[in-house]
């Protein structure tokens, strides 16, 4: 057997089904034998693209996504996207193709694992072909257990050499115990004694919860404590439709109704959350408040530069599970924020503006999220950009749907598609959406042809605002010319037809309906270019470039 085919072997063991990459000399061999092993494989317009899409399949299958490149420039296209995965704990295999060992005078040569450092993923070296299957085994294992990016460097060299000892592979999961890590009862009894002692208890539920899936621990608690409920950006809109006292974001994507009362709090439970500077405005949002925290890191600083008041290292599931009996034998049962006042209080939160901002020709942003949210159904999950057109989106969004948020992760714009596609593509090339700027999806436009040539019925609504409309803002702040920032667009509902999807631009709300009811009939690859105006300013905007309290 050769190395390549022992590695293929071995990547199949490890449960991988799709790979998005592109062929060349260095990983050709490789990418062979997984075809004759039943892997589907994506070929790309950009390994970086790839990469993006590797992620967001892990995010939505779950497990660690695989991506591939050829040795040298094929390497080093990677470098944005892996460091994007990399800021948000994204389980990811690369195998990338190696100039034959040690020839430092090869064109493509490149030293691998300095760069691999340089872009924040871990490292890994066949260096022989006895080490072949370990290297596999090593790299899925430490993406598994410590969520993270590894590159699997292999020489072309050593790939096509002979392996003449071949074992039964033994995949990482089988060197992987997963247990429930309990809760000290000792820390939830100091846990308890805050709450006992608080009148407005607010729960902020982040990512780690909802991967923990403890939603019905979390609403027992919430029953248990009169509490509001809250979310990260990474867990947007999870739970709203269970709850009448949800108050959507924490932080600085909130609404002004919600952070009038979650100043109130004078506790604050939170739930597989980092309490980052932005989901607590570096505590100045909760001034008042004791802070209990339920991880299973070992410790964490929150966004104010403090630890919690009382801190529990257990999974989501058991701490809430354990605090909530153990209040429930003091007994203690909070009235709270659960009162008739407050539930009409936040029914302002669904409210459309009175008045849209109208201009010929381009739309409200605010209009065409309210008319995306209602228009498209529920099941449909959402992936979210970055950039000032994602703010109004970020915020307005209010169905209840899966949301994905690409905000934070190293600032990149052009990710969010990608990540949708190979979201899709895990969940099996199921309807979704994704919400991006004009600026971002013409970055990688030409991944929109990867999606119509494997017919992956993602729906890009491109909120065009003809220019950098982060920078846009940004400059007209800071007394700069913002004309700078404006970048002309070609009608890109015509581009997406010619590249083989679905399209249409768009400058009316009808015009906008009449578009996704299109695509809500027949599903397949579409753009929709929604013509905006830019006399709109995002609330988090109006909030950090002019200190308006809105």
């Given at each position: 057997?050769?190395?390549?085919?022992?590695?293929?072997?071995?990547?199949?063991r490890e449960g991988t089904s799709?790979?998005?990459?592109?062929?060349?000399?260095?990983?050709?061999?490789?990418?062979?034998?997984?075809?004759?092993?039943?892997?589907?494989?994506y070929e790309v317009r950009h390994?970086?693209?790839?990469?993006?899409?590797?992620?967001?399949?892990?995010?939505?299958?779950?497990?660690?996504?695989?991506?591939?490149?050829?040795?040298?420039?094929?390497?080093?296209?990677?470098?944005?996207?892996?460091?994007?995965?990399?800021?948000?704990?994204?389980?990811?295999?690369?195998?990338?193709?190696?100039?034959?060992?040690?020839?430092?005078?090869?064109?493509?040569?490149?030293?691998?694992?300095?760069?691999?450092?340089?872009?924040?993923?871990?490292?890994?070296?066949?260096?022989?072909?006895?080490?072949?299957?370990?290297?596999?085994?090593?790299?899925?294992?430490?993406?598994?257990?410590?969520?993270?990016?590894?590159?699997?460097?292999?020489?072309?060299?050593?790939?096509?050499?002979?392996?003449?000892?071949?074992?039964?592979?033994?995949?990482?999961?089988?060197?992987?115990?997963?247990?429930?890590?309990?809760?000290?009862?000792?820390?939830?009894?100091?846990?308890?004694?805050?709450?006992?002692?608080?009148?407005?208890?607010?729960?902020?539920?982040?990512?780690?919860?909802?991967?923990?899936?403890?939603?019905?621990?979390?609403?027992?608690?919430?029953?248990?404590?009169?509490?509001?409920?809250?979310?990260?950006?990474?867990?947007?809109?999870?739970?709203?439709?269970?709850?009448?006292?949800?108050?959507?974001?924490?932080?600085?994507?909130?609404?002004?109704?919600?952070?009038?009362?979650?100043?109130?709090?004078?506790?604050?439970?939170?739930?597989?959350?980092?309490?980052?500077?932005?989901?607590?405005?570096?505590?100045?949002?909760?001034?008042?408040?004791?802070?209990?925290?339920?991880?299973?890191?070992?410790?964490?600083?929150?966004?104010?530069?403090?630890?919690?008041?009382?801190?529990?290292?257990?999974d989501a599931v058991s701490a809430?599970?354990?605090?909530?009996?153990?209040?429930?034998?003091?007994?203690?049962?909070?009235?709270?924020?659960?009162?008739?006042?407050?539930?009409?209080?936040?029914?302002?939160?669904?409210?459309?503006?009175?008045?849209?901002?109208?201009?010929?020709?381009?739309?409200?942003?605010?209009?065409?999220?309210?008319?995306?949210?209602?228009?498209?159904?529920?099941?449909?999950?959402?992936?979210?950009?970055?950039?000032?057109?994602?703010?109004?989106?970020?915020?307005?969004?209010?169905?209840?749907?899966?949301?994905?948020?690409?905000?934070?992760?190293?600032?990149?714009?052009?990710?969010?598609?990608?990540?949708?596609?190979?979201?899709?593509?895990?969940?099996?090339?199921?309807?979704?959406?994704?919400?991006?700027?004009?600026?971002?999806?013409?970055?990688?436009?030409?991944?929109?042809?990867?999606?119509?040539?494997?017919?992956?019925?993602?729906?890009?609504?491109?909120?065009?605002?003809?220019?950098?409309?982060?920078?846009?803002?940004?400059?007209?702040?800071?007394?700069?010319?913002?004309?700078?920032?404006?970048?002309?667009?070609?009608?890109?509902?015509?581009?997406?037809?010619?590249?083989?999807?679905?399209?249409?631009?768009?400058?009316?709300?009808?015009?906008?309906?009449?578009?996704?009811?299109?695509?809500?009939?027949?599903?397949?690859?579409?753009?929709?270019?929604?013509?905006?105006?830019?006399?709109?300013?995002?609330?988090?905007?109006?909030?950090?470039?002019?200190?308006?309290?809105?």
């Amino acid at each position: 057997m050769k190395v390549y085919e022992a590695l293929a072997e071995a990547f199949v063991r490890e449960g991988t089904s799709d790979v998005f990459g592109m062929m060349g000399d260095a990983n050709m061999h490789w990418m062979a034998a997984l075809a004759d092993r039943g892997v589907h494989l994506y070929e790309v317009r950009h390994e970086g693209s790839g990469l993006g899409m590797a992620d967001g399949w892990a995010r939505g299958a779950g497990r660690p996504g695989v991506i591939t490149t050829t040795s040298g420039p094929g390497v080093s296209q990677l470098a944005t996207s892996m460091i994007v995965a990399s800021r948000a704990g994204t389980p990811l295999v690369a195998f990338c193709g190696e100039t034959p060992l040690g020839d430092e005078g090869a064109t493509q040569y490149l030293d691998q694992r300095r760069f691999a450092a340089a872009i924040e993923c871990e490292f890994i070296h066949v260096t022989r072909p006895e080490n072949a299957q370990e290297a596999v085994r090593q790299a899925f294992y430490l993406a598994r257990t410590e969520s993270k990016p590894v590159m699997i460097s292999a020489p072309f060299d050593v790939q096509v050499a002979e392996l003449d000892d071949y074992e039964e592979y033994l995949p990482s999961t089988t060197l992987i115990r997963t247990s429930r890590l309990l809760p000290d009862p000792v820390d939830v009894e100091a846990a308890c004694d805050l709450v006992q002692n608080a009148k407005r208890v607010v729960i902020i539920a982040g990512r780690g919860a909802r991967k923990a899936d403890s939603g019905e621990q979390i609403l027992a608690l919430q029953e248990q404590t009169g509490a509001l409920l809250a979310t990260t950006l990474q867990a947007k809109n999870w739970l709203c439709n269970r709850s009448d006292f949800h108050v959507g974001l924490s932080g600085l994507f909130g609404d002004k109704t919600s952070m009038e009362l979650l100043q109130e709090a004078d506790c604050v439970i939170a739930v597989g959350a980092s309490l980052n500077h932005y989901t607590i405005e570096s505590g100045y949002l909760y001034p008042e408040a004791k802070y209990i925290q339920i991880d299973t890191a070992p410790h964490l600083v929150m966004g104010n530069g403090r630890t919690a008041d009382s801190y529990l290292q257990a999974d989501a599931v058991s701490a809430v599970t354990e605090l909530t009996r153990a209040l429930k034998e003091r007994p203690v049962r909070l009235e709270g924020y659960h009162t008739d006042a407050v539930r009409q209080h936040l029914t302002a939160r669904f409210q459309p503006p009175a008045q849209y901002m109208r201009e010929p020709g381009r739309l409200d942003p605010r209009e065409a999220i309210w008319i995306l949210d209602h228009e498209l159904p529920g099941e449909m999950g959402l992936v979210l950009g970055s950039g000032h057109q994602t703010d109004f989106g970020t915020m307005l969004f209010q169905r209840s749907r899966d949301v994905l948020s690409n905000y934070g992760m190293f600032g990149a714009i052009g990710q969010a598609p990608l990540i949708a596609l190979g979201q899709l593509i895990a969940q099996g090339n199921r309807p979704g959406f994704v919400v991006e700027g004009d600026a971002s999806f013409l970055m990688h436009l030409s991944e929109f042809e990867t999606a119509c040539r494997y017919d992956v019925p993602l729906l890009v609504v491109v909120m065009n605002d003809q220019g950098l409309g982060a920078e846009y803002h940004k400059a007209k702040a800071k007394g700069l010319d913002p004309e700078l920032a404006t970048i002309s667009t070609p009608e890109l509902g015509t581009v997406a037809k010619a590249l083989g999807g679905g399209g249409a631009t768009v400058r009316t709300p009808q015009e906008l309906r009449d578009a996704l009811a299109e695509y809500v009939r027949a599903p397949r690859p579409t753009v929709i270019d929604v013509r905006i105006t830019r006399e709109v300013l995002s609330t988090p905007y109006r909030r950090i470039q002019y200190g308006e309290d809105v």
